[in-house]
């Protein structure tokens, strides 16, 4: 265990503000700057094995009750405080779903809980989070050197060839949503203030618009093997271009002229907040850059409009 790690009251207490990463297109390759995780899909926390406690990126412990058999894990570890990503595995893969199941659903269907961790933010008395990142990953090694059934280390790497595995479509099969670069340097600091970077894998498909939320957002759908239509997901705000040709071409549907709510899920995680959309004429395909959190035939993060396909008509997406 690495020397500046000793016994003594937990100074870190709930709600920590969490470390998040800004989105980057490619990975960063500057030599001896940086180190890569992978990027899982699941749901961030922040674990407080003297309090007993899992703390969401929001702030909120109800998670805490919900998943029992990873506190108990937690607590073998002494009194620290961690960061890391809460997975559900079945199968081989991560499935985000099943995150919203409770013990006993978990235990019918064969899936395991398994909180991943990546941070040590304090170990006793000691706040961490004003050390750099390799000082941090070293203790955390040393402390989860033997994994547990529901707790375990996240894999780590300084090698960019292995990072750029991770971002490979396999990977995203399994779950892996792309990679987090972190400054080997880094403090752990609220925000975006640590200097991490997210990669998502991401390819693109072809969507009709179905719908505008305000000035700038779309609602994306998709044909269903019957030819009705089925909401894909949002997209981030287009560009104001794309704003331009878009406005030339989208007219408010007189039959369905009322504005329709979507859960919130179709724009962000289980419990957000409703959205409501006025439907268009579906007459317009554009092209749309995707990642790999979808499930059940939905993007779960909202997806950046590339271009207008001139050349496909939306009854050429049940056909393509």
């Known amino acids: ?15 920590v503000q969490v470390a998040t990463a800004t989105s980057a297109g490619v990975l960063p ?35 805490t009750d919900r998943f029992p058999e990873v506190v108990g894990d937690l607590v073998a ?64 090694g040393d402390l989860l050197a033997q994994p547990l059934p529901h707790v375990q280390l996240i894999e780590h790497t300084m090698d960019l060839q292995t990072a750029g595995v991770w971002m490979s479509p396999d990977w995203g099969e399994a779950g892996i949503e ?20 997210k990669i998502r894998q991401t390819h693109t498909v072809d969507a009709a618009v179905l719908g505008v939320i305000g000035a700038d957002t779309l609602v994306l759908g998709y ?23 878009l406005a030339a071409r989208l007219r408010l549907d007189d039959v369905r002229s009322d504005p329709v709510r979507l859960p919130g899920i179709a724009g962000g995680l289980p419990g957000s907040a409703e959205v409501t959309y006025q439907p268009v004429l579906v007459n317009t395909v554009v092209e749309v850059a995707v990642d790999t959190a979808a499930e059940y035939g939905r993007q779960r993060h909202r997806s950046r409009v590339l271009r207008i396909r001139d050349d496909l008509a939306p009854a050429d997406l049940l056909h393509g």
């Open 178 to 197: 792309g990679v987090v670069a972190k400054p080997r340097a880094s403090r752990y600091a609220p925000g975006q203030r640590s200097g991490w970077l």
């Open 77 to 140: 570890l002494g009194e620290v405080v961690v960061d890391g990503e809460l997975v559900a595995l079945r199968g081989g893969r991560l499935t985000f779903s099943d995150l919203q199941s409770g013990p006993a659903r978990r235990a019918r269907d064969q899936v395991t809980a398994v909180f991943v961790v990546f941070d040590l933010l304090a170990f006793g008395d000691q706040d961490l989070r004003t050390r750099a990142y390799l000082e941090r990953r070293a203790a955390l």
């Open 29 to 63: 390759t500057e030599p001896g700057q940086w180190a890569y995780e992978p990027k899982l899909d699941g749901y961030r926390v922040v674990g407080f094995t003297a309090r007993r406690l899992l703390q969401s990126r929001q702030g909120s412990t109800a998670l």
């Open 223 to 245: 044909p269903d093997r019957v030819g009705r239509w089925r909401v894909l997901g949002l997209s981030l705000p287009v560009t104001r271009e794309l704003r331009a040709e």
């Open 1 to 15: 265990m690495s020397s500046f790690l000793h016994g003594g009251g937990v100074t870190v207490t709930p709600p």
